[in-house]
Nanobody, 119 residues
Framework: QVQLVESGGGLVQAGGSLRLSCAAS????????MGWFRQAPGKEREFVAA????????SYADSVKGRFTISRDNAKNTVYLQMNSLKPEDTAVYYC????????????WGQGTQVTVSS
């Protein structure tokens, strides 16, 4: 089992950048596919990005491709989401997720961190 704690959210102007971090508990972090989802007010939760166990493979939603970068540091049990060129439509609660096998369905979720992009 793994517990996830996100940090790094906040308020930023359009065009700005933020880096989210997600610290995971447990000794088997490197065995998990890690990812990020987000949920905007009144909208369904949506996939943002994912990274393989070793970090060698990544996947992104079309809406963030070229602007967001997911990475991980297995020595620190941490996954990151670097968000550049932020837009007001990126405003959402961002959730860190983990799963042993699936890229789109995740067993473990963090509590979420709010990102607000002002225009």
């Amino acid at each position: 089992q793994v517990q996830l704690v996100e940090s790094g959210g906040g308020l930023v102007q359009a065009g700005g950048s933020l880096r989210l971090s997600c610290a995971a508990s447990g000794r088997t972090f490197s065995r998990y596919i890690m990812g990020w989802f987000r949920q905007a007010p009144g909208k369904e939760r949506e996939f943002v990005a994912a990274i393989s166990e070793s970090g060698g493979r990544t996947s992104y939603a079309d809406s963030v491709k070229g602007r967001f970068t997911i990475s991980r540091d297995n020595a620190k049990n941490t996954v990151y989401l670097q968000m550049n060129s932020l837009k007001p439509e990126d405003t959402a609660v961002y959730y860190c997720v983990a799963d042993r096998y699936n890229w789109r369905s995740y067993d473990y979720w963090g509590q979420g961190t709010q990102v607000t992009v002002s225009s």
